[in-house]
Nanobody
Framework: EVQLVVSGGGWVQPGGSLRLSCAAS????????MTWVRQAPGKGLEWVSI???????HYANSVKGRFIISRDNAKNTVSLQMNSLKPEDTAVYYC??????????????RGQGTQVTVSS
């Protein structure tokens, strides 16, 4: 059974930083791409960042240059370092198994979300 346990999140002022982590189990992590997905209030899901099994990374334009995704295959974890946070980054953030380019369609494994709130 795929399990994805997210930690981190919380409240931060604009311009601040937060780090999210996702501990994965139940599948062969080193062979799997991983995705961070978010859902802002009243909006659909959107992919934020993807890291493939080789460590190549992809970022949504809205977070490029501010967020950094990384993975630790020894610990089966994927992290998202979020810098220069903006109010529009406020959302519930999820960790997902695989390259999830279209999180509003198809089926995929997704962990519980963590709230990130950016406000003054």
């Amino acid at each position: 059974e795929v399990q994805l346990v997210v930690s981190g999140g919380g409240w931060v002022q604009p311009g601040g930083s937060l780090r999210l982590s996702c501990a994965a189990s139940g599948f062969t992590f080193i062979f799997s791409a991983m995705t961070w997905v978010r859902q802002a209030p009243g909006k659909g899901l959107e992919w934020v960042s993807i890291i493939d099994s080789a460590g190549s990374t992809h970022y949504a334009n809205s977070v490029k240059g501010r967020f950094i995704i990384s993975r630790d295959n020894a610990k089966n974890t994927v992290s998202l370092q979020m810098n220069s946070l903006k109010p529009e980054d406020t959302a519930v953030y999820y960790c997902a198994k695989g390259p999830v380019w279209s999180p509003n369609s198809g089926t995929y494994s997704r962990g519980q979300g963590t709230q990130v709130t950016v406000s003054s």
